[in-house]
């Protein structure tokens, strides 16, 4: 399989890591930074998908559009097939295709042609920043006229991108897979704080840097790899304190942080969006996998979840992740199968729900053993060997 952009070809393999890779070189711009404000990169972008069908087209414009509304660029794919539903129920028949079809091929232009005004209607008055239109678009004539229509009612960056693909057997198994939900081509384990005593085949483990993970690690009889990108979220000068002490000694940080997670930066500590940005290239090496166990910490795991989940920024700071648990993540179709696996260690209930009113504490969670908390995280776990496979 190839991948054809406005600005040159890359090669890429089976693999869904090589595709988010591909694509991300040809549509972020500038590159983002640790700790940069990625919401704030205000240039437009169109991404116009190019390919016979069962190429793959669909499935890359979605993991693209997970993948920049997890970075904080606000992303939507317009699916033009989407649109010819709406108006018909021609396309169930293979003739509604055909290049001779005269009707068929007026309402497919109608189609676009509703969608690129869609695209247009969006940018404008939604605040969106990138735009992906899912179609075939094969014909010259078809991108010509994306182009002078774009041209017209808006000023951005546009690109278009080919997915090329003459491997029969891979064509085949997207077409089955497009009917029945795709095979499942990897499996992620998220686990937050247990003990594991259990051998799965082809399996890594990966841990932070942080004690308490590598030591939940050491019980898995498989590889392990440590990355100092799984640390928890630094805390600042929060370190250590728990909320109450936290509205005690800074209120206003409280009530602002309450207003918006995502963005909010502890003093000398980092925020969400920092965090998102660090666990980029575990998101990358993370595609390319087939059996991993992430063993990290709850505000990790969070960005993690948001990414594969497609849960927006403003939600990602609030997802449960409950302690001593196993999260399975399989690949199906267009997203993710999600299993919750509790072991039988006890713990407290550290979720903090956002509060109605910013910087109150009644949704504040229980003390953890000490009566302390680092970013919703029990600092000294119980552990107890369990097998994965009771």
């Known amino acids: 399989m190839s ?25 972020i711009t500038p590159q983002i930074n640790a700790g940069d404000a990625v919401s704030q990169t205000r240039t437009r972008h169109i991404v116009v998908m190019v390919g016979l069908p069962a190429r793959g087209k669909t499935y890359m414009a979605k993991k693209l559009t997970r993948y920049l509304n997890w970075i904080g660029i606000k992303t ?8 010819v539903r709406k108006i018909t129920e021609q396309y169930r028949d293979h003739n509604f295709f055909r290049p001779d079809n005269e009707e068929a091929s007026l309402l497919r232009k109608k189609c676009s042609l509703d969608a690129i005004k869609d695209i247009v209607r969006w940018l404008q008055n939604e605040d969106g920043r990138v735009a992906v239109f899912d179609a075939t678009n094969t014909t010259r004539d078809r991108r010509r006229m994306i182009h002078q229509l774009i041209e017209q009612n808006l000023r951005c960056k546009l690109f278009f991108i080919e997915s090329i693909c003459d491997d029969e057997q891979l064509i085949e198994a997207n077409i089955k897979a497009s009917m029945t939900g795709f095979l499942s081509i990897g499996l992620c384990v998220l686990l937050c704080f247990s003990s594991l005593d259990s051998r799965v085949w082809q399996l890594k483990v990966w841990t932070s840097w942080l004690q308490r993970t590598i030591q939940t690690g050491r019980e898995v009889d498989a590889p392990t790899e440590r990355w100092k990108a799984l640390n928890e979220i630094d805390a600042g000068i929060c370190e250590e304190l728990t909320y109450a002490e936290i509205k005690e000694r800074y209120p206003e940080d409280f009530a602002s942080r309450d207003t918006n997670k995502f963005s909010f930066r502890y003093r ?15 998101i990358m090496e993370l595609e390319r996998e087939s059996n991993v166990l992430v063993v990290a ?16 920024t403003d939600e990602l700071p609030y997802v449960e992740v409950p302690l001593h648990t196993v999260i399975k993540l399989t690949p199906v179709a267009y997203g993710c199968e999600i299993e919750y696996v509790y072991l039988d260690v006890p713990s407290v209930n550290t979720h903090r729900a956002k509060p109605k009113v910013p910087g109150e504490l009644t949704t504040a969670p229980l003390p953890s053993m000490e009566g302390r908390l680092v970013e919703e995280e029990v600092r000294q776990p119980v552990y107890k060997p369990i097998s994965l496979c009771e």
């Open 297 to 312: 910490h709850q505000a990790v795991l969070r960005c993690l979840l948001a990414y594969f989940r497609d849960i927006p």
């Open 3 to 27: 991948l054809r952009g406005g600005c040159g070809q890359v090669m890429c393999g089976g693999r869904t890591g090589g595709i988010t890779a591909a694509i991300k070189k040809f549509t």
């Open 268 to 282: 000398r500590g980092e925020s969400y969006e920092d965090l998102v940005a660090r666990l980029e290239p575990v």
């Open 76 to 83: 939507k794919v317009f699916n033009n097939g989407d649109y």
